[in-house]
């Protein structure tokens, strides 16, 4: 089973910023893609940004979020800069998981976290 845990979602001011981790435990054989949705109320999820062979933002998010990982420790960051209201959502990680003999390739969810930023 495969399980992943975020943190780091909070309170902060416009211009303000947080960090993001997500973190990928259980038995698998590797971790495809990671990366970040978003889904603020009333409004459709957006994708953030993923990590993969490359990296990719929103137009939204360029040159303020940074994407990373740590292979090692099947983690990934959400680095968040210059924060502004519109940034306010639930913040959902997922990972795209190659399981072991098979080598299925499932995507699995974090539970969310919420970044709210205030004017």
């Known amino acids: 089973q495969v399980q992943l845990v975020e943190s780091g979602g909070g309170l902060v001011q416009r211009g303000g910023s947080l960090r993001l981790s997500c973190a990928a435990s259980?038995?698998?054989?590797?971790?495809?893609?990671m990366g970040w949705y978003r889904q603020a109320p009333g409004k459709q999820r957006e994708l953030v940004a993923t990590?993969?062979?490359?990296?990719n933002y929103a137009d939204s998010v360029k040159g303020r979020f940074t994407i990373s990982r740590d292979n090692a420790n099947n983690t990934v960051y959400l680095q968040m800069n210059s924060l502004k209201p519109e940034d306010t959502a639930a913040y959902y990680c997922?990972?795209?998981?190659?399981?072991?003999?098979?080598?299925?390739?499932?995507?699995?969810w974090g539970q969310g976290t919420q970044v709210t930023v205030s004017s």
């Open positions: 259980g038995s698998f054989f590797s971790i495809s893609v």
């Open positions: 990590s993969g062979g490359t990296t």
């Open positions: 997922f990972a795209e998981v190659v399981s072991w003999g098979t080598k299925t390739l499932k995507v699995h």
